[in-house]
Nanobody, 120 residues
Framework: QVQLEESGGGLVQAGGSLRLSCAAS???????MGWYRQVPGKKREFVAS????????YYAFAVRGRFTISRDNTKNSVFLQMNNLKPEDTGVYYC??????????????WGPGTQVTVSS
């Protein structure tokens, strides 16, 4: 089973940017990849995904236009560029992977998470 590890989290002021990276232990070419987050007081929620078969990207409404997901299959990596960050984006961000078509609902594999804190 592929393992995932995130990096790039940290503290940033509102309006700033961060780029999260996720390294997979195995190939990502035929795997859907994505990002979820858990903000304080809420359940984990979908943020963005990139489906390998369709080549389609999906975004949660709250991040559309500000976040961009991308991948580099040669490095078995996926990224999340986050611009114009808001305090409500604060939370733990998880890299996810799935090979069952469930990336947007119930991904099979989760990374340990990385903390993102946006100060006002």
């Amino acid at each position: 089973q592929v393992q995932l590890e995130e990096s790039g989290g940290g503290l940033v002021q509102a309006g700033g940017s961060l780029r999260l990276s996720c390294a997979a232990s195995g190939e990502t070419t035929t795997r859907d990849m994505g990002w979820y987050r858990q903000v304080p007081g809420k359940k984990r929620e979908f943020v963005a995904s990139d489906t390998w078969n369709e080549g389609t990207v999906y975004y949660a409404f709250a991040v559309r236009g500000r976040f961009t997901i991308s991948r580099d299959n040669t490095k078995n990596s996926v990224f999340l560029q986050m611009n114009n960050l808001k305090p409500e984006d604060t939370g733990v961000y998880y890299c996810v992977s799935d090979d069952r078509g469930s990336i947007n609902t119930a991904p099979r594999v989760w990374g340990p998470g990385t903390q993102v804190t946006v100060s006002s």
